[in-house]
C-alpha cells in the first residue's frame, strides 16, 4: 500500500468519525434524537469498514508479496 493512499484512508476514517461527533452533539434535542442516533451509528458503521478495509488491504498485500516455497526445490540434491 502506497503512502498516498494509505493517507486518504485514515483522512475518511476521521472525517467519519468527526462526523458521528458531530451528530452525537446534535442528538442532545430531543425531538430529532432518533434520526440523527441512526444517522450517526450509520456513520460510525462507515468508518469502522474504511478502517478495516484498510487494514485487511494491508494484509493481504503483505502476504501477496511474501515469495512462496516450493516443495520440489528442496528435493533436488543431485543436481
Known sequence: ??????????IAAL???????????????PGLKDVLAAIRDGVLWFALFLVLGGVSFVV???????????ITT???YGR
Open 60 to 70: 493481504w498485500r503483505h502476504y501477496e508479496r511474501q515469495p512462496m516455497m516450493s
Open 1 to 10: 500500500m502506497n503512502a498516498a493512499l494509505q493517507v486518504q484512508i485514515s
Open 74 to 76: 528442496s528435493n533436488h
Open 15 to 29: 472525517v467519519c468519525s468527526v462526523a458521528a461527533l458531530v451528530f452525537s452533539l446534535l442528538a442532545a434535542f
